[in-house]
């Protein structure tokens, strides 16, 4: 079992996507459209259009729209696909074809997004495509793809895993959008969206790995024989597969069964064209490289055997010995001791035993490689297994090197790879020794790449809480700095010495104040009022959503300064107003719409704007009907409304109507959360309870307790005994307390009902999340998902001064790992650590928050904790199933 506390290893996929987000700015996430691609941009992608025609950008594609012509809401389009080095010539062909006839089209504007586009851990739904092509009609989009298939017949490109192929060429077709909408997707983000014409509704526009054809659409006659020949192209597969256990842009690894002997083994796919390195090398040229390294190393125990391989459709297969027992990722995640509150020195004693032992048998297994000639190139914990008999067994082989070679990996995990000028069996020490500091501390490795000064300070973390002997780490030290490697003064920072890190991790009552000027300090220095797009770097999610709201905008930060009591600057502020008004596809909630910048304008004094962004919020509401959450919803808007209802009756009044609505989903048993298991504060029951609380506490009908109650209920229901006795959330293979999506943002909701009222079993929960929190839970900074916010929760509901409680100091001590001093001020990185966010869910505005629940005692660390209801305590009337009682509202 993985635990949200220990982490484990960040999946690719999603590593890439923030990845991808990296290119553009070394220190802060930004949109890939900012990249400086220049040198390999098409000739064509900076031409000027054909005359009539209009060119405009959007994000990584160049748009050529035919004079007086408007893009149809959705239809039948074409994808023209192509390999890196045909791609300049197929563009040729396309514009000639499309300006000729006057048909919109767009194309990616360089040969290094074309490559990005096509990495192996690319979004599978979009990779390869190269230019698209928008027919007004099935008469031009047959003639598009006849005579544009006739020319481009034999060139060479990916298959488009969302779309039909179109005979043998690189022509790919599929319905969907051509314009920009967006609708809720299934967890309750924006998504792009069509419009069904049976409704009139927006319904996703799903680009996943696979051909659909929406229920209201008839293919276009001409369209059968393709459509056939994917049905029937498939031929026999000659193994039965039992589940997937690893998808990419590369294609999948899959555990089978051969038929003829019953024995398992495991399949691995390569996509032709797909999946590329940095060199530009596809799936297939590594896979095969890596039968041939297998063949090399056959005979060693420590590498699986190769029992053959086979071509299926136009994927190539490799099938290799299925290994028994778990990755090391897995195994280190269920016996570390910190995934438990205050481990015993004993846990922590048998841990690092074992952690020792292991490194020793993976390094003996490394030696026995080398000897062969090999260097493995991509050695981390996912892909080292633990045999149940304890020995182990290195996998991925695919981007191994022969020994003597002067070249690098050209792929590798995040935080595993060596630095430049680091070759030969180094590569592989260097890969080891991250993966020994990831074993006990799972965040090292990425946070030490982005500042080499970070690997003393973990490794005296190994001898100093876990006792590791000294050769040992030693060892670790010596292969994490190569001779080669030259720290620069620019990135190192003494973490032990530094006072404001210092202060940071062992804080007196008295250092509050330069904590708060050094975190705001950070914040107001990476402002970029000159941008519209964002004020304040945050996380990727900013581009998606807009950098305007609370979660990840400007919204967030400018509150967070003022709830510091750091008035913001009046220039942010016009910037926000600005930009609110501007901003074309809001969402109407509260951390992530219109209805929380409301809420901020108005508390940073600003009413007139704040109620006009409110009357948007309310018409916007009926066109985007929203979900039931805190973060998103009908909760967070109702909270809203109940504050602006202290001085509006109509306010009060809709807020009032909303209770009602939610009422009824407790009552009929449909209340969910917003997101699949995402029980908490943010999107599940727990932000609904607290809106309930505070209906109780304008209008003291008590049926908002029992409503409350049932709320809280109905969340825990969704949790689970976690590693020593903690309470914690299941989200698919992790065990989550955080503040967003967890237990922690459970704890100050719960412990206001109980203030209310008597309740043995949401006490009970109560005491075992307060207990929770006190693990060192997280593997990120922030807020919404890391330390920061069960360092705010436990300090926000605690009965003692936060200071004296020592699981207090310890999330300090933890976050002034994660903290970095540029230019004299405090930075923190954001989700996935790859760059500093300034934002209020992941960065340094959040650690702001919740500094002010430590120093300043503040409860409400965030907007409406807590519901302050100041009734009397009331009599329970829930029965035991959870069912109210209380009178029907009117």
């Known amino acids: 079992m993985t635990s949200a506390t220990f982490g484990g290893l960040i999946p690719m996929e999603l590593a890439a996507f923030y990845l991808a987000h990296c290119l553009a700015d070394p220190d802060f996430y930004d949109t890939a459209q900012r990249w400086d691609d220049s040198a390999s941009r098409f000739t064509r992608a900076g031409a000027e259009p054909p005359v009539g025609w209009q060119r405009s950008e959007q994000g990584l594609w160049v748009l050529q729209l035919p004079p007086d012509h408007r893009l149809p809401e959705q239809g039948w389009k074409v994808h023209v696909s192509t390999g890196l080095d045909h791609a300049e010539e197929v563009l040729d062909v396309v514009w000639d074809h499309c300006v000729e ?85 299934r967890n309750g983000e924006p998504v792009p969206a069509l419009t069904d014409p049976r409704t009139g509704q927006l319904v996703p526009d799903t680009r996943g790995p696979a051909f659909r054809v929406p229920p209201w659409v008839e293919p276009p006659p001409f369209l059968a024989e ?77 590498v699986p055997r190769v029992l053959g391989d086979f071509t299926c459709w136009e994927h190539h297969f490799l099938v290799q010995e299925h290994i028994e027992g778990e990755t090391l990722t897995q195994a280190a995640a269920g016996r570390h001791p910190y995934i438990t509150p205050e481990p015993s020195a004993r846990e922590i004693a048998e841990f690092a035993a074992w952690a020792v032992e292991v490194v020793g048998k993976v390094r003996a297994a490394l030696s026995a490689i080398h000897s ?43 935080g595993f790879v060596p630095p430049e000028g680091c070759t030969g069996p180094a590569i592989d020490h260097y890969g080891l020794a991250a993966t020994a500091l990831w074993v006990f501390v799972s965040v090292a490795p990425v946070l030490q790449t982005g500042n080499p000064g970070k690997s003393e300070l973990f490794l005296r973390v190994l001898v100093d809480r876990f006792g590791v002997p000294e050769p040992f780490v030693a060892g670790l030290r010596r292969d994490l700095r190569p001779q080669h490697q030259h720290e620069t003064s620019g990135t190192t920072v003494d973490h032990r010495n530094h006072p404001v890190l210092q202060a940071l991790g062992d804080p007196k009552p008295e250092d509050w104040p330069q904590l708060r000027r050094s975190i705001a300090e950070g914040i107001l220095a990476a402002a970029t009022p000159q941008r519209s797009d964002r004020l304040f770097p945050g996380d990727v999610e900013q581009f998606r959503t807009g950098g305007f709201n609370i979660a990840h905008g400007a919204a967030g930060v400018l509150l967070a300064l003022a709830e510091a009591g750091l008035p913001p600057d009046p220039e942010h502020v016009d910037w926000l107003i600005r930009a609110v008004k501007r901003w074309e596809a809001p969402q109407p909630g509260f951390y992530d719409g219109l209805h929380g910048i409301a809420y901020v304008l108005d508390r940073l004094g600003h009413r007139v ?89 304008a209008t003291s009908d008590p049926e908002f307790l029992d409503l409350a109650w049932a709320a809280l209920h109905r969340d825990l229901a969704d949790c689970e005994t976690g590693p020593g006795g903690t309470l914690q959330v299941r989200e698919q293979h992790r065990l989550m307390p955080h503040l967003g999506i967890g237990t922690a943002g459970m704890a100050p909701v719960l412990g206001e009902l109980l203030r209310q009222r008597d309740d043995a079993r949401l006490a009970h929960a109560y005491e075992r999340i307060r207990h929770t929190c006190r693990a060192e839970s997280g593997i990120f900074p922030g807020l919404f998902t890391g330390h920061a916010g069960v360092l705010a ?64 005692g503040r409860h409400d660390f965030l907007p409406f904790l807590p519901a302050d209801t100041a009734a009397p305590r009331q009599t329970q009337t829930c029965d035991p199933a959870g069912t109210t009682r209380g009178k029907e509202r009117r």
């Open 101 to 185: 006839r006057r048909i919109a089209f767009k194309f990616l504007r360089s040969r290094q997004v074309l490559q990005l586009t096509n990495a192996k851990y690319a979004d599978r739904g979009s990779s390869g495509k190269f230019c698209t092509i928008y027919p007004d009609s099935a008469e031009e989009l047959s003639g598009v793809l006849t005579e544009l298939g006739e020319a481009l017949d034999g060139r060479p490109g990916p298959y488009v895993l969302s779309d039909l192929r179109w005979r043998t060429g690189p022509l790919f077709v599929r319905y969907g959008a051509f314009q920009h909408h967006t609708c809720r997707g």
């Open 226 to 302: 393709a459509m056939a020949a994917r049905n029937n192209d498939a031929g026999t597969f000659p193994y039965q597969v039992q589940k997937a256990l690893h998808f990419s842009n590369a294609g999948g690894v899959y555990l089978a069964t051969d038929p003829d002997t019953g024995r398992s083994v495991v399949l691995k796919e390569a996509r032709p064209l797909a999946g590329l390195d940095t060199d530009g090398v596809d799936a297939v040229a590594r896979l095969r490289h890596e039968h041939a390294i297998l063949d090399r190393l056959a005979g060693l125990a420590v």
């Open 372 to 414: 062969r000639g090999v260097v493995v190139g991509d050695v981390h914990p996912s892909n080292i297994l633990l045999r149940p008999d304890g020995s182990v067994v290195l996998v991925d082989f695919e981007l191994a090197l022969p020994i003597g070679a002067a070249d690098r990996p050209t792929l590798g995990a995040p």
């Open 609 to 697: 704007p704040a109620l006009a962004v409110l009357d948007r919020a309310m018409d916007l509401m009926d066109a985007q009907p929203p979900l039931a959450g805190l973060h998103s919803g009908l909760a967070g808007i109702g909270l809203n409304l109940l504050y602006f209802g202290t001085a509006d009756a109509d306010c009060r009044r809709r807020a009032l109507t909303i209770a009602e609505r939610l009422a009824d989903t407790v009552r009929t048993g449909t209340l969910r959360p917003d997101r699949p298991t995402a029980a908490g504060l943010m999107y599940g029951s727990t932000g609904v309870a607290l809106f309930f609380l505070h209906c109780f506490r």
């Open 793 to 856: 929760s436990l300090a926000a509901t605690g009965s003692r001064p936060a200071l004296d409680d020592p699981a207090v100091r310890t999330h300090l001590h933890r976050l002034s790992w994660y903290a970095e001093i540029r230019h004299g001020r405090l930075l923190f990185p954001g989700e996935q650590l790859y760059r500093f966010s300034t934002d209020l869910a992941t960065g340094a505005a959040g650690v702001l928050l919740a500094l002010t629940a430590v120093f300043d």
